[in-house]
Structures are given as structure tokens and as C-alpha cells.
């Protein structure tokens, strides 16, 4: 049982654009906040946004704020990371994660019961 498929990602040159999508399996699991990490070569996992329940609140790490842009549907149990202006240093895994039970967002990896199987974003110079 996968909780959160993910999908997008790939190679873009700078100063383009990927969508990354997450699709949670239940409503239950898509309850709460949900948020994207991503994880450079040799790199600790960094948070990178996250998302209330209801969209109301949103927080992003200073160094993608202006550039991307998360999103949800509740009616398909999913959230979404659109990523404009990529620049080389975003390259990374991008995991999806989801907090059921509430809808406050967090930065906290430990907070998240749920994570997708992680996809590649390779953005060259």
C-alpha cells in the first residue's frame, strides 16, 4: 500500500519550469498538512514547503520563495509543486510528504507520517 505517489520531475535547463505532482491513496492521508522535501548529493534532506489543510497558510524555504508555488485539491486527495525559474541548486530529490490529523504545517521531517517515493530534478546550468 503506497500512500503518496508521486510524479513530474526530470532534466530542465535553467530558468525552466517542472510540476511535481502527489497523489495520496486516501482521503484519511491527505487529511492534514502536506508539504515537499528534497535531498541534494551529499546534502541533509531540506524542507522545502509546506501546506494547510485548507491552503490558508503556506511556508516555503527563503530560497525557492517567488519561484515556486505549492497547491492542493482536496477533491483528488493530492498536492502539487510547481517549480518556475529552477536554477541548477534546486537540483534534488523532491519527496512529497503528508501530516494527517491536523492542518498546521511544519518543517519538521519527524512530523510527517507519510512520504512518496521521492523523483529526480536535475536542472543544468
Known amino acids: 500500500q503506497v500512500q503518496l505517489v508521486q510524479s513530474g520531475g526530470g532534466l530542465v535547463q535553467a530558468g525552466g519550469s517542472l510540476r511535481l505532482s502527489c497523489v495520496a491513496s486516501?482521503?484519511?492521508?491527505?487529511?492534514?498538512?502536506m508539504g515537499w522535501f528534497r535531498q541534494a548529493p551529499g546534502k541533509e534532506r531540506e524542507f522545502v514547503a509546506a501546506?494547510?489543510?485548507?491552503?490558508?497558510?503556506?511556508y516555503y524555504v527563503d530560497s525557492v520563495k517567488g519561484r515556486f508555488t505549492i497547491s492542493r485539491d482536496n477533491t483528488m486527495n493530492a498536492q502539487f509543486l510547481q517549480m518556475n525559474s529552477l536554477k541548477p541548486e534546486d537540483t534534488a530529490v523532491y519527496y512529497c510528504?503528508?501530516?494527517?490529523?491536523?492542518?498546521?504545517?511544519?518543517?519538521?521531517?519527524?512530523?510527517?507520517?507519510?512520504w512518496g517515493q521521492g523523483t529526480q530534478v536535475t536542472v543544468s546550468s
Open positions: 510528504a503528508a501530516s494527517p490529523g491536523g492542518s498546521i504545517p511544519t518543517r519538521r521531517i519527524r512530523d510527517y507520517d507519510f
Open positions: 486516501s482521503r484519511t492521508t491527505s487529511s492534514g498538512a
Open positions: 501546506i494547510s489543510w485548507s491552503g490558508a497558510t503556506i
